[in-house]
């Protein structure tokens, strides 16, 4: 009978494997193996198209080091993350409060809300450039106020502001449905004996109720925007390209210009992306820890 138990479950575990072994397939193909060969890359001289290869050990990371372009993209970058996260953070939650209610006009505003953070961020940052542009919307809303019309994304002043306004609009909604989700898991009794008891301005429900018991929700929220953050290179390439005068130059720029634009800098790239990695990896933990200990 323990032989029978014994086939049945060999079998079971075969079958088990035998079903994630594609997964595992795709992932070693197109995640393990590419970020692996990436960091061999790094420490190579590596120009293939000219017959260059060469060990160079950690030089590149120096040059990545050195370079004030990648300090300057990386400082950048922080800020951006700062301003987006937090901003995006606090949006999704008050439009999850917003439209958390069983009504259809609820609905129907919610699915049309969400609609940017389904589009092709390529495609709204063509229609963000006219928005943003001399003869765009944004001028012509501003000037009954007096403000003269300009060119916002030529303005090493207000073009990056412009990109985080883009990412604000974009990623909010997307991260609103994940807060709907939380709030909707909340047991309606919990939040009806709150009332009973007196718990019923907005603040005193945020304060006791809502936050501590989305604080999970909160730390994933914030991860996946740090993580998008430091990442930002669609928007930026399409709109500015790190300009103007290196004002909107951020650590996925640096990288893509040294793969692709400058001969024999592959390795740099390579050396620029695993540092990024472990900018985001320290960062997120940092925040997880800090978020973790918080009391609420």
Known sequence: MAGVRDAGSRLESRTAYLLIAPLFILLGSFVFFPAAFSFYVSLFHYDPFNHSIY????????????????RLAVINALIY????VSTQTFLAFGLALLFNRRFLISKVTRAFVFLPAITSSVALSIIFIWFFSKQGLLNYILAPLGIASQNWLFSTTYAFPSIMMLNIFSTSPYFMIMYLAGLQSIPSPIMEAAAIDGVISPWSKFRYFYFPMLTFTTLFVVILGIIGSIQLFDQVFVMTDGGPAYATYVPMIYIFNRAYLYPGLIGVSAAASFLLFV???????????FLKEMKW
């Open 55 to 70: 060990y160079v050990g950690f030089n590149n990371y120096l040059s990545v080091f050195d370079s004030p372009l990648f």
């Open 81 to 84: 993350t700062t301003v987006v």
């Open 279 to 289: 900018i985001i990896m320290v960062i997120t933990i940092a925040q997880r820890n």
